[in-house]
């Protein structure tokens, strides 16, 4: 029991030598935040094992890592955002699944940055001033699925991407062009975000994406002015909005045969040449809003799972009866549940009720507030 009633007395003449509660600032790591949890019985556990004879080593383990100053750590989880950070923090703990590192002032990824972070599953890093990363800085991040990298000042693809990487946003950052091989090697990617990058039809070189299985890719709000070549044939969803897109000629969707919803929203297209959306047999959305068409684009009712059109604030100011259902019974599998005309210069009681008979509900159908 010496042990025992030694610690008992330390922790009075400790509580009486006090003058106040109040002690100075200082950085505190895991197990500081783990004793305030502990209940007492954890504490009387402590004590039992003090006085079996059990090493402080053993408690307290040599190996854990310190939380980076300033940071907010929790089981696997760093958080370092908002702190006007201008490099990668050190003592990060190797059991780190998710580092956040947004909202702040990095200007460079080096070398050894993420050094013993094999561990680590998801990376932000959105919202810094990064603009060169080492050739070998996600080398060490072995099992990594998630990175974060919007809104930095990148002008390249970084090098060496993680096999593993399932999904990358790369939004809002400096990329003018996307190099023959820039993705090599990352056959589990499935999600690329490259919107808002200054990059037009030119800046993707033969091969940019070669061995890539993505399902979903996004490239609006850039500079392109046609739909791009050799994108991914396995794509589900391409979001191509807000560019300088003025037509979409025959060839320019033939890969592209898996897809579920495309995304021209925001364009300046005056023209879908006939037959370009022949070969999408499977598209189920299809967003032309906001763009300059003068009429609904053809080959709509031949398209047996298309539920969704968007086609409002163009020039749209005639809509035939056979524009968006076909002639015969059975021939579409799947009946419309969303049409958009409205700000379009149509006349809505011109177009004859027939025109909407494969649609499921008549409430699925946008009209009028058209303005000169």
Known sequence: MLPYCSLLLWLCVVQLLSPSSALPFEQRGFWDFAMDSMDAGG???????????????????????????GCHCQPRVVQCSDLGLTEVPKNIPQDTKFLDLQNNHITELKENDFKGLANLYGLSLRNNLISKVHPRAFVPLKHMQKLYFSKNLLTAIPKNLPASLVELRIHENRIKKVAAGAFSGLGSMNCIEMGANPIQNGGFEPGAFKGLKLNYLRISEARLTGVPKDLPDSLHELHLDHNEIQAVELEDLSRYKNLYRLGLSFNHIRNMENGSLSYLPRLRELHLDNNRLTGVPTGLPDMKYLQVVYLHSNNINQVGVNDFCPRGLGMKRAFYNGISLFSNPVNYWEVQPATFRCVSDRLAIQFGNYKK
């Open 43 to 69: 504490m009387m556990t402590m004590m039992r094992d003090e006085e079996e004879g059990s090493a402080v080593e053993e408690i307290f383990p040599p190996d854990i890592h310190m939380c980076p100053f």
